[in-house]
């Protein structure tokens, strides 16, 4: 053991002060100061008494504590020894928890678990990277934390390019489920609103045992449409973590418009018309998918960009669009494509997306699919022309009459006839009736679903159109084509006048197929234009058709040469030409009544018995007619009267009798019958009494009675009433009279 120094110290120094003390309280108490002294010096030497104690003491302290403290050093050594290894244990510990944490994250890494990765170094960099006692094992950790972190960046990033790659290879497949989910939809609404307007049509016919029923189907869209978007979502959401949203969103953005500049590239390899649905569906699936992430990928995308998209589509749709139509020659293809880009648009105006510059487009290429409707439709008309038989149609069947008339409403009874039925029409009307309602239908479908809310006015328009410039003209040049014989008019125009009653029909079927009341085109100023242009046609049918009978009846009658204008015998069986007229007359009427209705049948007949009347009047003032005596009048007077027995007959036997009360067959033979009874008449001057003249004589010409009288002379002398003077003096009174009138003629003209 040492010595107590510091115990002398503190001795010593308290000596001292007690000296300064003591010296102090000398100074002031002197007497005292000295018996203190003479105290302090009996204590001193206790002192060095108790100095010389403590000495002994502390040395035998040191050889007792010396063994103790060896001891103490090496405890204190054992301390210092637990306490570092005590550390050492807490490195260590500290060093584990970080290590795991790197396997952890590799682990996570290794599984794809790359969020939960991310957040693990997030937790080793915050939380442990401070704390770890190694340097070393610090230092590399700082290094990897950001390559690791790059790596899962380039990871997520390749998941998500993938992806892309993956959603854009499925994207028809979406487009094309949407596409036909609208078509279904749109199906189901045409169905309810077919079934509405038949139920509008019965309750106003007054019946009412039809009800409404609404299905109302209700589809999680997010089902039906088969793609994950979790990698997107975890791609952005890593991103987000590691502080570098907007390079993501910029990079998705850009990659995915790239994707869309490709699809909107049209294929050489192709044509059109093949690849039009997969074009179409491609960019639907694209934009079906963007909306999703817009909706729900937390703000990867924004709307502005959306529209951006959306708006470089609809320009390369348009441009693509115009272009292919400009190039179309088939109504078909055209409604196709038209069908299937409204499919298209209501599809994507379901997610919002503005789709009225499509529907201008398909609008403004109208014109265009009606031309081409027209022309194929043309084509369809002009064969169904070629190729009828111009004979009635013969119906055999129920099922037959339902498809040919009723279907077309051209019957003329409720009733159901008896089987087999001959129509009135040939075989052409109700093909063409199908041709008709085929474009209705086809206008119909071009105009459904586009920017016309009400579009009846405008296929009304191309339905006169169809009707007067295809139909009717076809008809014309068919009429006025030269190539057809009497029964092929005859059938014409039956077959125009049931068109033209198959127009109303017409009419309410396009206003059907529109979705407007029937009831509203049922009044007479709602009629088609073509009603009267077709009518205006059967009227040239019929020009044509009295030609055909003229000039049948002309090689037939030829009055001019067939027979003789100064015979010297009356043949009271008539001129055998007028009796072959009669019978071809008989023929034409009897055709008439099978095929033509009664006014056009009455229009026949009377313009075939008008044309026999001006054919005798005008074989009288022929030039070819140099004389003729009376035997060639009274020959024609039986002609006449044969004739006249006809008309009387065909007349009544066709029912006109109670129809036409102004005038028969006969009276268009009146202006003949007045010239004979004029050349007949014992006093043919009375013609020129007013009074005569307006009873018996008033469809004659006082010019062609004067030229008609000159020719009129006896066959010997020029005087007919010359050369029989002498046997009767009637003749002779009669040829005075006509001298008379002769006369009186010269000096009226």
Not at 619 to 629: E, I, P
Request: include cysteine.
């Amino acid at each position: 053991m040492g010595r107590p120094d510091g115990l002398l110290h503190e001795l010593n120094y308290v000596v001292k002060k007690k000296e300064a003390e003591i010296e102090e309280m000398c100074k002031t108490h002197y007497e005292e100061f000295i018996v203190a002294v003479d105290d302090l010096r009996g204590v001193l030497v206790d002192a060095e008494e108790l100095k010389g104690e403590l000495h002994s003491d502390n040395i035998k302290l040191q050889q007792v504590g010396g063994a103790l403290l060896v001891k103490l050093e090496e405890l204190l050594e054992s301390y210092s020894i637990k306490k570092n290894v005590t550390g050492a244990i807490k490195m260590l510990k500290n060093c584990i928890q970080v290590l795991e944490l790197c396997v952890k994250c590799n682990n996570q890494i290794s599984e794809g678990r790359l969020y939960p990765a991310l957040k693990t170094l997030d937790l080793l960099e915050k939380s442990y990277l401070q704390s770890i006692p190694a340097k070393t094992l610090k230092m590399i950790i700082e290094r990897r934390i950001p390559v690791i972190k790059l790596h899962i960046e380039k990871k997520v990033l390749g998941e998500a390019k993938e992806w892309m790659v993956e959603v854009r290879s499925s994207a028809k497949d979406i487009g094309q489920t949407a596409i036909g989910r609208t078509a279904t939809a749109r199906q189901r609404d045409e169905e309810m609103l077919e079934q509405q307007r038949k139920t509008e049509e019965q309750s106003i016919s007054g019946v009412w045992d039809l009800a409404y029923t609404l299905d109302v189907e209700e589809v999680d869209e997010d089902s039906v449409f088969n793609f994950d978007l979790t990698p997107l979502y975890r791609a952005n959401h890593i991103h987000n973590s590691l502080g570098i949203r907007e390079k993501f969103r910029e990079y998705y953005y850009t990659n995915r418009l790239l994707q869309l500049n490709s699809d909107l590239e049209i294929s050489s390899a192709q044509p059109f018309v093949e690849s039009y649905q997969t074009f179409f569906a491609q960019i639907a699936g694209f934009f079906i998918v963007e909306d999703r992430v817009l909706r729900t990928a937390g703000g990867l995308l924004g709307a502005d960009q959306v529209e951006t998209m959306w708006e470089t589509a609809v320009a390369k749709m348009t441009s693509v669009l115009e272009e292919q139509f400009s190039c179309m020659d088939s109504a078909t293809h055209l409604l196709l494509v038209k069908d299937y880009v409204t499919l298209l648009g209501f599809t994507l105006g379901h997610y919002g997306y503005e789709i009225g510059t499509l529907l201008d487009v398909i609008d403004s290429s109208l014109e265009k699919y009606h031309q081409l409707l027209l022309e194929e439709c043309r084509q369809q008309i002009v064969d169904v022309l070629r190729n009828d038989s111009y004979q009635q149609m013969v119906i055999k069947k129920e099922t037959d009459y339902e498809n040919s008339v009723l279907s077309f409403n051209l019957q003329t009874s409720e009733i159901m006839p008896a089987f087999p039925y001959i129509a009135s029409f040939s075989s052409m009307v109700p093909d063409a009736c199908r041709i008709v309602r085929s474009f209705i239908k086809g206008s119909v479908d071009y105009l459904s679903h586009g920017v016309h809310a009400n579009f009846f006015d405008v296929v009304r328009k191309y339905l006169d159109k169809f009707l007067i410039d295809v139909l009717n003209e076809t008809l014309l040049g068919t009429i006025n084509g030269g190539n057809i014989n009497v029964p092929q008019a005859m059938q014409i125009i039956a077959n125009i006048a049931v068109l033209e009653r198959a127009c109303d029909f017409f009419l309410r079927s396009a206003a059907q197929l529109c979705g407007i009341p029937v009831r509203s085109v049922e009044r007479p100023q709602a009629a088609l234009a073509a009603n009267a242009v077709l009518k205006a046609s059967g009227d040239a049918a019929y020009t044509v058709l009295m030609s055909l009978v003229n000039t049948k009846i002309d090689g037939l009658m030829n009055l001019t040469e067939s027979i003789n204008w100064i015979p010297e015998e009356i043949n009271e069986n008539g001129n055998d030409c007028i009796l072959e007229v009669v019978v071809y007359l008989r023929s034409i009427m009897s055709t008439s009544q099978q095929i033509l209705p009664l006014d056009a049948i009455y229009k026949v007949g009377s313009g075939a018995f008008e044309y026999i009347n001006n054919s005798i009047v005008t074989a009288f003032s022929s030039d070819s007619v140099k004389r003729f005596n009376a035997n060639a009048v009274t020959n024609i007077d039986h002609d006449l009267r044969i004739l006249e027995n006809f008309a009387e007959e065909r007349f009544y036997a066709a029912g006109f009798g109670e129809i036409y009360n102004e005038g028969s067959f006969k009276s268009c033979l009146v202006e003949a019958r007045q010239l004979v009874n004029l050349l007949l008449s014992n006093e043919p001057e009375n013609i020129m009494n007013p009074v005569i003249w307006d009873q018996n004589y008033f469809m004659l010409d006082y010019k062609k009675i004067a030229a008609i009288c000159d020719k009129f002379k006896d066959s010997p002398d020029g005087g007919i009433f010359g050369s029989l003077g002498n046997k009767n003096a009637k003749q002779s009174a009669r040829k005075k009279s006509m001298d008379v009138l002769k006369k009186r003629l010269k000096d009226f003209s």
